[in-house]
Nanobody, 124 residues
Framework: QVQLVESGGGLVQAGGSLKLSCAAS????????MGWFRQTPGKEREFVCA????????LYADSVKGRFTFLRDNTNLTFYLQMNSLKPKDTAIYYC?????????????????WGQGTRVTVSS
């Protein structure tokens, strides 16, 4: 099992920055692959980024590439999403997610565990 608790959302002006945190716990947390997704009302959950164990890299959606950065602190099992140059279209509820496995996944249904979500609002 993996438990995920997010924090760090809020209101920010366009062009600003936010750093989301996701604290993981549970027996499988240290071996889980992490991802971030976001969702707006009436839309499906959208992929943001995910760990790719092959090459120890992170893959990003085109919409956030160059602006968002995934960070992993193995000591504390805490994961971060550093969001810079925010745009109004980044407004959403952001979720961290964890999955078992050895390969990268950008589909939300590939993830087994989810945080409660944290709201990010970017004003113009």
């Amino acid at each position: 099992q993996v438990q995920l608790v997010e924090s760090g959302g809020g209101l920010v002006q366009a062009g600003g920055s936010l750093k989301l945190s996701c604290a993981a716990s549970g027996g499988r947390a240290s071996r889980a692959l992490m991802g971030w997704f976001r969702q707006t009302p009436g839309k499906e959950r959208e992929f943001v980024c995910a760990e790719n164990p092959i090459g120890a890299t992170t893959l990003y959606a085109d919409s956030v590439k160059g602006r968002f950065t995934f960070l992993r602190d193995n000591t504390n099992l805490t994961f971060y999403l550093q969001m810079n140059s925010l745009k109004p279209k980044d407004t959403a509820i952001y979720y961290c997610a964890a999955r078992s496995g050895r390969y990268y996944a950008d589909r939300s249904d590939s993830y087994d565990y989810w945080g409660q979500g944290t709201r990010v609002t970017v004003s113009s």
